[in-house]
């Protein structure tokens, strides 16, 4: 999925042009299960867990992730939705853009948090996600789980989970989707300076 919710400056409306399948939907399936059983080896089980996936992005993935815990678990894990935007730290200076709000249906205080989200680049919608975190309960600790760890990192974050490390350079899109995931560039990227990419040169 194309950021356009978190990073309102982003130019998805560009002609985008793929180079690449890295994942397609067998392999996102298989990351999936495989981080879901991780999770639960590393929690020794699914007691106090809480799977939260960052809008808009992370929604569907952090959904996915719920309903395999559940079913390996058979315990009902709680499962929520956080907006970042207004937490982020480059508010101010891009437009914002409308996006669907953040919903956490429980306190989060004692709970081990599992932030989920579609790719993982700068750390900064990350570190935003903690910031925002904090509104909803003190939890014990916070993990995070992404489908593609681009690199590029401008903050000290680094994932728990990881469905796939992906060496990328500046200017290419990394395309996620429950459909896969796609390496490419928007079309005029070719042409003009480097645009960042779907986590943009801001998350």
Do not use: C, W
């Not at 560039?185 to 990419?197: H, I, K, L, Y």
Request: a negative charge.
């Amino acid at each position: 999925m194309i950021e356009d919710a978190r990073e309102p400056a982003r130019p998805y409306r560009r002609p985008f042009v793929a180079h690449s399948v890295v994942m397609n939907p067998e392999d996102l399936r298989r990351a999936l299960v495989r981080i879901a059983h991780e999770i639960v080896e590393r929690n020794h089980g699914t007691e106090s867990l809480v799977i939260v996936g960052l809008q808009t992005g992370g929604a569907p993935f952090a959904r996915r992730l719920a309903e395999l815990l559940h079913e390996i678990s058979g315990n009902a894990i709680p499962f929520g939705l956080l907006d970042v935007t207004l937490y982020r730290d480059d508010i101010g200076t891009r437009p914002v853009v409308a996006h669907s709000p953040s919903e956490i249906p429980i306190d989060l205080t004692g709970r081990v948090v599992v932030i989920v989200d579609d790719v993982l680049f700068t750390g900064r919608t990350v570190r935003a996600a903690l910031d925002a975190l904090a509104d909803h309960g003190r939890a014990r600790a916070v993990q995070l789980a992404v489908i593609v760890d681009r690199g590029h990192r401008e903050l000290p974050i680094r994932p728990d989970y990881i469905g796939k490390n992906l060496p990328t350079r500046l200017d290419e899109t990394v395309e996620v989707s429950e459909e896969g995931v796609v390496i490419g560039v928007f079309e005029d990227a070719q042409r003009s300076a480097p645009v960042g990419s779907h986590e943009g040169g801001a998350r």
